[in-house]
């Protein structure tokens, strides 16, 4: 009983720690990364504050145009396969603007935005 208590709290320990780190700026911003690396936008959207999320909008739009053909399909998928072999988690720098903005570079996909700290959660900005 008393190893089965300590296993408990263990696995408590650590899931709560996983979470807690979950949305750390770092986390965020290699997300970001992973997201723009299978084009997915509503993943992105979501990691954006409303105002940042509006710009996806067009770039959806622009997607769904160009996977209307097969050419478009096949030039979407040319991209994503060249972008799989990015390694957000290396090429990601996440440096200090403030306490509650950050500045996110990343040379590979060259992606730049500023991550900010809403109700406690990391988001994606302009």
Excluded: Y
């Excluded at 979950?22 to 997201?35: G, Q, R």
């Excluded at 690396?37 to 067009?58: C, N, R």
């Amino acid at each position: 009983m008393k190893l089965r208590h300590i296993i408990g709290s263990v696995v408590v320990l650590v899931a709560f720690s996983a979470c807690s780190d979950s949305n750390s700026p770092e986390k965020v911003a290699v997300s970001m990364c992973e997201l723009a690396k299978k084009a997915d936008i509503k993943g992105m959207k979501e990691l954006s504050t409303p105002e940042f999320a509006k710009q996806f909008t067009q770039i959806e739009e622009l997607f769904t145009a160009a996977t209307a053909t097969e050419a478009g399909k096949a030039e979407l998928d040319k991209q994503i396969a060249l972008m799989s072999s990015i390694d957000c988690q290396k090429s990601t720098k996440v440096t200090d603007i403030d306490e509650n903005t950050k500045q996110v570079t990343n040379a590979e996909t060259a992606q730049e935005f500023k991550l900010t700290l809403v109700e406690g959660d990391w988001k994606v900005t302009n």
